[in-house]
Every structure is written in structure tokens, then in C-alpha cells.
């Protein structure tokens, strides 16, 4: 899996999410309240380590839907053509 094709989720011990996401400009974070900001990849593992090392905050790291089913159809194309 490419860093393109997931999404990390920052879940608190009291509901809130923070959504990473990697799109075609770079990373974007998604704050809880809806906000949407650009951030590099260093400003996404600063925000990664500290909350791993404290043990305060749940992450999830799920597969897009939509780009897994491409993924899965290109190589069954592959495959055919063989």
C-alpha cells in the first residue's frame, strides 16, 4: 500500500478526529472541526510520534475504497493480458 492510498485517523479519548490524508499536492491534515490544512510529511510525524508516545490517542490507518478497487483492477488487467 502507497502513502496515497490510505487514510490515517488521530481518534482522542474524547471523540475527536484528526484526518491525514496524501493527495496529489501532499499531505493535508483535517482537523475535527472540518478544517482543512496543507502539511509536509515531517509536520504529520511530528503529530504521529508525540501521540504514539502517550498513549492518549487512537490511530487507525484504513485503505481508500475507491483507489484499492483501481489497484485491484489494473492487476487483474496484468494478468489477463499474460
Known sequence: MKNDECTIYFITKHGKK?????????W?????????RPCTAEQLLS??????????????????????????RKAMVKQKKK
Open 47 to 72: 503529530h504521529l510520534l508525540p501521540a504514539l508516545a502517550s498513549g492518549h490517542v487512537s490511530i487507525r490507518v484504513e485503505p481508500d475504497k475507491n483507489k484499492g478497487i483501481k489497484i485491484l
Open 18 to 26: 484528526q484526518i491525514f490524508r496524501k493527495g496529489k499536492d501532499g
Open 28 to 36: 493535508a491534515q483535517t482537523s475535527s472541526r472540518g478544517i482543512v
